[in-house]
């Protein structure tokens, strides 16, 4: 294989693709094949040009986890028992009470975790199924580096039940103070995994296709 | 319909190419020098990466990761001491946190993503590789656990607790001292050698080697 240089970057159309040379690639291990071949001969993973269905589960998955992201923020993600006094407080209102706190830093982790990536994700993804049926103004390149952060960023958001795990296993302090989640944790819980099943669904081949057409 | 037939009728047609996974550019398959890198010359996404006995390093990796994290579950992993009370908790706490009523299956869920996954994921990879070290032809069912393990490393989400962990014990700072036991420092090794063994793994060079190595 040879490594070109960018020389050709900016005009798509240089560019052959397996399926305009009427062939199917593996995304699992790089082989071509020729078209209408059904499994991979190295290694055995299901072939598809371009994966026909994917935008309809793309569409799907993320409306689960806008739905599961709903509940997320009405209920309760902590449960804290302070000497037989209970305080419930929700993924916004802890944000909230660090700040109270002074710890800044913490805040600012725990808001982008459970806020601002999610929400984000949820534009970016829509955005980008969106790209490739409409012309938008984020160009190629552009787009891959929004896919690229959807998919490495997204799996992130789950730190936020990870957090209510440890201090609920961790704060057990009989009559003094008790931690115990509370039931918004499994919806963020899930709101995170039907997000993160979306972004998988995303086939970054329509991306460089739809990018390809508008580029003509 | 003629092009049909035509590429029916060449059963090896792609061999010696490769397809970028991201964009579906064409790429001539040579063998590249041990310490090259090769990437998409339209997205720029790594292709090949060829490390010397990378497969070995692998292996070895994932052998340590596995013991490592089998400690990281047994061993005491925090200890949370305030006013004269104190509480020790393991990994296994963590996981049963959400034990309680309705939200079992969120331990579940967590018992997967934070051990049983990324553990079963590191067996499947020494299961399919360990034998290439020794330059034997791979065992049975390697192809289906490597692409196992590939469809899995999003749900393997070790360095996302470890990370939740630390976020959780700046927030009881203020409250309470807490000490970091054996299996805290064996999680976080963990996680820094499976990070290290996914950047050594150069997952078509991996498929590669495994169909060359394959008896026909
Ligand atoms: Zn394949
Ligand atoms: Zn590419």
Partial sequence: MQVHDMENAGRTQTFLTARRAGLVACRGCGAVHAKGVGACRRCGGTLSSRDAGSLQRVWAWLFAGLIAYVPANLYPMLVTTTFGK??????????????????????????????????????????????TRIPVTIRGHGRQRLY????????WSMIDVFVVAILSALVQLNFV???????????????????????????????????????? | MTSDLRTEAVPDAGMGLVACPVCDVLHRDAELAVGARARCRRCGTLLFAPRRSAMTQIVMLAATASVLMVAAVFFPFLELQAGGL?????????????????????S????????????????????????????????????????????????????????????????????????????FWAFAALVLVTVLKDNLMCKFTIWKTLEERRPS
């Fill in chain 1, 148 to 155: 690229e952060i959807v998919e490495f960023i997204g799996r």
């Fill in chain 1, 86 to 131: 209970t305080r419930e407080s929700t993924i916004v209102g802890g944000v909230i009470e660090l700040v109270e706190h002074g710890s800044w830093g913490v805040a600012a982790i725990v808001f982008a975790a459970s806020v601002v990536i999610p929400i984000g994700k949820f534009i970016t993804i829509a955005y980008l199924a969106l790209s």
């Fill in chain 2, 86 to 106: 104190s509480r020790q908790s393991s990994v296994f706490d963590a996981v049963m946190a959400f034990s309680k009523g309705m939200m079992l299956p969120l």
């Fill in chain 2, 108 to 183: 579940v869920a967590v018992g997967a993503l934070i051990v049983v996954l990324p553990f079963a994921r590191l067996c499947a990879i020494a299961y399919a590789l360990a034998p290439m070290v020794f330059g034997w032809a791979p065992p049975a069912h390697a192809a289906p656990a490597m692409r196992w393990a590939e469809a899995m490393r999003p749900w393997a989400m070790a360095e996302i607790f470890i990370t939740g962990v630390a976020v959780a014990l700046v927030k009881v700072a203020g409250l309470a001292k807490v000490t970091a036991g054996p299996a």
């Fill in chain 1, 177 to 216: 103070v008790t931690v115990n989640p509370g039931i918004a944790a499994v919806s963020f819980a899930l709101s995170v995994a039907f997000t993160m099943l979306s972004a998988q669904n995303v086939d970054p081949r329509l991306l460089w296709d739809a990018y390809e057409a508008d580029d003509t």
